[in-house]
C-alpha cells in the first residue's frame, strides 16, 4: 500500500505557515538560515542529505501539538529528530525541501528521578547519557547502551526502538518505556505516561509507536524503568579460534553466570585491527591476535566485584580447559573495561574510516548465527570478487553487524552507486531465507523501504499501512520512511 503523498501547496500558504509557526515557536524555535540547518541536514553515516523549509525546534509538548496541528492545516510534512545518529537515513528529510525538520533536542529536561518506584521521566530530547549520569546520581541505572549514547535520544530511541550491549539480559527500548507522550499528526497529545503495571483496557497503544520511526506521532517524553545500581561489574575479553566456540561460549557462560551475564559481543580480527588503527592509543587485551574475540560483560545488583570475578573466572577456567577458548583477560578495572568497551564501540566508526562498505544490521535466530556467518560471507565474497564480508555485535541477540567491505581501490560513493543495492539485496536474501530480519536495531528509514516492501510478510506490510493511513491519513508524519509514499504530483 502506498501512502498518498502530502499535498503540493501554494507559495502563500508556505508563507502563511512560516509566519505562523514563528510566532508559535518564537526565533529560537525556529528557522529557516540554510547554516543553521545544515549541519542536520544529513545523515550520521553522510549517506543521505536533504533539504528543508525550515528547522523547528520547539521547547515543550505544547509547542509540538501547535506546530503539528499548523503543519496539518497546511499540510506540511514533518520528519521528527533527535540526536541524528540514527543509521538508516530515517531523521533526514527528501530532497523536495517542503518539509520541516523537527528537532526535539531543546526539550531535554530529565523531570524526575524515582529510585522508590525505579522511575524516570524524560523529554524526548534527552540524551542517552545524560540519562545513564542523572540515573548514577540517584544510585540507579538506566539499563540500555549503545555505541551512539553521546548523541541519541530518548525519542530516537523509541522511534528507533534501539537495542545495543544490554538487550540480552535487559531487552530493547521497549522493555525499559513503562509511560509514553506523544503528539499525533492531528496534534493531539496521546497521554500514556502513566505507568501501570497492569492495565487491560484494550490496546497498548504506546507499543504501536515505539519502533514507529516518527511515522505515526511524535514522541514528546516517556516515563522509563531503572534498575538499582549495579554493585558489581567485571568485563572479561577472549580470544576464540572460531565463531562456532563464540556460540558454545555463550552457551556456557549463561549457565555460569545466570542472570549476571549482561552482555556478550563478538568481534573478528578485522574489526580488531581497524579499531587498533584508528584509535592510536587504543591496546589491543591480549598478546596474541585470534581469529575471533568475545567480550562478556557480567553485572550484579547483588554480588560485588569479587564474588563475580570468581565466578567468572571459574566459568572462563573451564571453558579454557575444555579447548573452548584460546585466552582471556578479565579487566583488571573500570578503566580497563572501557577501554574493552571503546574497542568494540569503536567499530562501526573505525570500519567506516577504512573504506567503502555497505552495512547491515541483521538478525537470524540466535541459535543459527554462527553457521549463518559461515555460510554468508563466503557466498558474498564469491558474488562480489574482491570483497570482504566481516560480522560483529550482539551475537547474544541473534543480531550482528553485517559489512562486506569494497574491493581495495573502490572509490567511496561509487562503489556503493555501483554495487551498494545488489550487495544488499544478496544480504537481505539470505538473511530472509535463514529467517531472520533485514533490520535488528536500526530501523527501515529511507535506505531499508523497498527491501522491506520486496521482502516482508504481504499481509504484516498491508497491516502496517492500514495503521498509517488511519492515524496519519494526509501522511504527513515523516512520509517515505519506513513505508513507500506516492510520487509527489
Ligand atoms: C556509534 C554508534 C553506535 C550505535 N549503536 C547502536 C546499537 O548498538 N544499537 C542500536 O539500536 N542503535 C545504535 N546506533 C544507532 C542510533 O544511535 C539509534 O538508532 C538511536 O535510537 C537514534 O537516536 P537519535 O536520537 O539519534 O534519533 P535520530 O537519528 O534523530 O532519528 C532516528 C529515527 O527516529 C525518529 N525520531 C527521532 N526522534 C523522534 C521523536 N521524538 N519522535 C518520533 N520520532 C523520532 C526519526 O524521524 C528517525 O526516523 C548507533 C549509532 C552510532 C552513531
Redesign the pocket.
Known amino acids: 500500500m502506498n501512502h498518498p503523498a502530502p499535498p503540493l501547496r501554494s507559495s502563500a500558504s508556505t508563507e502563511a505557515f512560516l509566519t505562523n509557526a514563528c510566532a508559535l515557536l518564537g526565533d529560537r524555535g525556529l528557522t529557516t538560515d540554510p547554516e543553521r540547518m545544515d549541519t542536520w541536514l544529513t545523515?550520521?553515516r553522510g549517506r543521505y542529505t536533504g533539504r528543508a523549509l525550515a528547522l523547528a525546534s520547539p521547547a515543550s509538548t505544547a509547542e509540538v501539538a501547535g506546530l503539528v496541528t499548523l503543519c496539518a492545516a497546511h499540510g506540511i510534512p514533518i520528519?521528527?529528530?533527535?540526536?541524528?545518529?540514527?543509521?538508516?537515513?530515517?531523521?533526514t528529510p527528501d530532497a523536495s525541501g517542503t518539509a520541516i525538520l523537527?528537532?526535539?533536542r531543546r526539550?531535554n529536561h530529565i523531570r524526575s528521578v524515582d529510585p522508590a518506584s525505579g522511575q524516570a521521566i524524560c523529554e524526548?530530547?534527552v540524551?542517552?547519557q545524560s540519562l545513564h549520569e542523572a540515573a548514577d546520581l540517584a544510585g540507579m541505572r538506566f539499563a540500555l547502551?549503545?555505541?551512539?549514547?553521546g548523541?541519541?535520544?530518548?525519542?530516537?530511541?523509541?522511534?528507533?526502538?534501539?537495542?545495543?550491549?544490554q538487550?540480552l539480559r535487559h531487552g530493547?527500548?521497549r522493555a525499559q518505556v513503562l509511560g509514553l507522550e506523544?503528539v499525533l499528526a492531528s496534534g493531539e497529545v496521546l497521554d500514556l505516561m502513566t505507568p501501570l503495571k497492569k492495565d487491560n483496557r484494550g490496546f497498548d497503544l504506546k507499543q504501536v509507536?515505539i519502533g514507529?520511526?516518527?511515522?505515526l506521532?511524535?514522541?514528546?517524553a516517556a516515563c522509563l524503568r531503572l534498575l538499582p545500581a549495579p554493585i558489581g561489574r567485571v568485563t572479561a575479553w577472549v580470544g576464540l579460534d572460531g565463531i562456532l566456540a563464540a556460540r558454545a561460549l555463550l552457551g556456557q557462560m549463561e549457565r555460569a553466570m545466570g542472570e549476571a551475564l549482561e552482555g556478550f559481543e563478538v568481534v573478528p580480527a578485522h574489526c580488531l585491527e581497524s579499531v587498533l588503527a584508528h584509535q592510536p592509543a587504543a591496546r589491543a587485551p591480549l598478546a596474541r591476535q585470534y581469529e575471533w574475540n568475545a567480550l562478556i560483560e557480567c553485572v550484579s545488583p547483588n554480588s560485588d566485584d569479587a564474588a563475580l570475578r570468581d565466578m567468572l573466572e571459574t566459568g572462563l577456567a573451564a571453558a579454557l580447559e575444555q579447548g573452548l577458548i584460546a585466552d582471556a583477560v578479565i579487566a583488571a578495572n573500570d578503566t580497563q573495561a572501557e577501554a574493552f568497551w571503546a574497542l568494540r564501540?569503536?567499530i562501526?566508526?573505525a570500519e567506516r574510516a577504512r573504506g567503502p562498505a555497505m552495512q547491515h544490521?541483521i538478525s537470524v535466530p540466535v541459535g543459527k548465527m554462527p553457521e549463518f556467518i559461515l555460510a554468508a560471507a563466503p557466498a558474498l565474497e564469491e558474488a562480489f570478487p574482491g570483497t570482504r564480508a566481516v560480522a560483529f555485535?550482539?551475537l547474544g541477540d541473534g543480531n550482528v553487524?553485517f559489512h562486506v567491505l569494497a574491493p581495495a581501490g573502490a572509490v567511496r560513493g561509487a562503489w556503493e552507486e555501483a554495487e551498494g543495492k545488489a550487495v544488499s539485496a544478496r544480504v537481505y536474501d539470505l538473511v530472509t531465507q535463514w529467517g531472520g530480519s533485514i533490520s535488528?536495531?536500526?530501523?527501515i528509514?529511507q535506505m531499508k523501504v523497498d527491501e522491506l516492501a520486496r521482502l516482508h510478510d504481504p499481509v504484516a506490510l498491508a497491516l502496517m499501512g492500514r495503521v498509517k493511513a488511519a492515524l496519519d491519513p494526509q501522511n504527513l508524519?515523516?512520509p517515505g520512511?519506513?513505508l513507500h509514499s506516492e510520487p509527489r504530483r
Open positions: 545523515d550520521w520528519v521528527p529528530q533527535g540526536g541524528n545518529s540514527g543509521m538508516a537515513g530515517g531523521a523537527l528537532s526535539l526539550m524526548a530530547g540524551i542517552l547502551t549503545l555505541g551512539g549514547k548523541s541519541a535520544t530518548i525519542g530516537g530511541l523509541i522511534a528507533t526502538n534501539a537495542g545495543g550491549t538487550v530493547t527500548m506523544a509507536l514507529s520511526e516518527g511515522t506521532g511524535i514522541v514528546t564501540d569503536g562501526s566508526a544490521d555485535g550482539h553487524h535488528a536495531e536500526h530501523g528509514g508524519l515523516n520512511k519506513l
